[in-house]
């Protein structure tokens, strides 16, 4: 963030509240949807409890819809939701790049489709624009890569259980043999231009191209295909 002053610093300060503001009622309405529809048992004690605090609404997104989290890092969505609380309790004197806010509003686009099975942006004319199918084509990398633990797991009659995250997913699937040795390099590298990406890390959108979104699309389709053998 930097001192900036007129209109453009407050439009990005109130666009970044607001992002999080849907991120937040995003989680409480899909957390308050009735069991018939989401399937979770949620009592309304805890729906309450955890409504009091952003973080305590990612905890119960992880503990209770994980499947709903693939291509979603809580861990990044909390860090700008801190941003956001710097922006709204210092004053009118601190705002945000421009680049932070756009990323911001991708990430819970994401969030959103994973929750309610449609993006809020179907069809983004903006500079972020790749930056959103690279990040929805990694949602269905993980998404993959879940089935295909999964799946290795239960074959091999182990106590099944879905991967915390892509690290530990690889892990499991060359550990279970279900991954060639090198075939994982890639996909880290992949993750490690995600990562750079969903911070805004100064130098992101050198990085990434459009072969690379393809490149994730490949591996999405290969998971898939694997996964679902």
Do not use: C
């Not at 309790?89 to 994401?110: F, P, S, W």
């Not at 199918?133 to 993980?142: G, K, T």
């Amino acid at each position: 963030m930097r001192t900036e002053g007129a209109a453009h610093a407050a439009t990005r300060r109130l666009a970044m509240i607001s992002i999080d503001n849907a991120v937040e009622l995003m989680a409480k309405t899909y957390l308050g949807l009735p069991k018939r529809v989401t399937g979770l048992a949620i009592t309304r004690k805890e729906l309450q409890d955890v409504g009091e605090s952003f973080p305590a609404l990612l905890d119960a997104l992880e503990l209770h819809a994980p499947e709903r989290l693939d291509g979603v890092d809580l861990g990044v969505i909390e860090w700008y939701h801190r941003l956001r609380n710097e922006l709204y309790h210092q004053g009118n004197g601190l705002t945000v790049e421009r680049d932070k806010v756009e990323i911001y509003a991708e990430l819970a686009n994401v969030l959103f489709t994973n929750l309610f099975g449609f993006a809020v942006v179907e069809d983004p004319s903006r500079k972020t624009e790749l930056l959103g199918e690279f990040l929805a084509a990694w949602a269905d990398v993980e998404r993959g890569l879940r089935a295909l633990v999964d799946r290795g797991v239960d074959k091999l009659g182990q106590q099944a259980r879905r991967p915390i995250n892509l690290l530990e997913g690889l892990s499991l699937a060359h550990k279970n043999h279900l991954f060639d040795a090198a075939q994982p390099r890639e996909l880290e590298q992949l993750r490690a231009v995600r990562n750079r990406a969903a911070h805004g890390e100064p130098g992101w959108e050198s990085l990434l191209t459009q072969d690379m979104v393809k490149r994730v699309r490949y591996w999405a389709d290969q998971l898939r295909g694997v996964g679902a053998a």
